[in-house]
């Protein structure tokens, strides 16, 4: 059963989210009858060209005037999110962009960013195994709290995706700014990456600069 043209049937809290953020859905009233369905689906083109719609998730949601149903983009791109009553009809619809972050600037101090402290670290950028690592951060206000940075070996063949599990050491991230010691434990060619989201993997936003870890000195 459709609301009335007046009533606002499903609400967002904004339009515009970055990757990693989630959208905050609100249902403020009850069904007249059976159940709501939230239906996202993500506009794309597919390998002809076509535009088309693609289903990212189904579910009932919590629906009254202090309703909030959490959504997790997994990457960015436009959607829309539709309200259904029973009859599978749309009763109203949303329509959200997610980005990406912006690329920091670790010299000038713009976030987001991570950057190797160079307390141990030669002009070379060289650090002997047994001596620690700092890494550096500075993120926006509104970066997600699941953020977080690891230490990776680095060989050029990074795509962008990764969780922690792929990390020689990480950490989550806590507060907008702040450091993590690491203590690199075989000699090897290393970079510490920050991403926006532990939930997802294609989250990347950055790198800090490469270092060379060498055997410690007799």
Known sequence: MALPPDAEALAVSTDQLKLGQRMQITVPKEPA?????LKIVKTQQDDSGKVVQIEQDSFEPVSG?????????PRTGKYTVMLLDGQA???????????AWPKGEPVAQVPPFVSIHATEVSEGM???????????????EDFPHDAWIGLFRYDGNFEGSASAEDAVDSALLSGNKGQFTFWPKEAGR??????????????????????TVVPAAD
């Open 89 to 99: 009809n749309v009763v109203d619809s949303e329509k959200v962009a997610v980005t």
């Open 65 to 73: 005037p202090d309703s909030m149903n959490g959504w997790l983009p």
């Open 190 to 211: 290393y970079v510490v990456r920050l991403f926006c989201s532990s939930d997802i993997e294609a989250s990347h936003v950055g790198d800090s600069q490469e270092i």
């Open 33 to 37: 009858a059976g159940s709501y369905t």
């Open 126 to 140: 060289q650090l002997e195994v047994g001596l620690p690592l700092v890494a550096y951060y500075l993120v926006p």
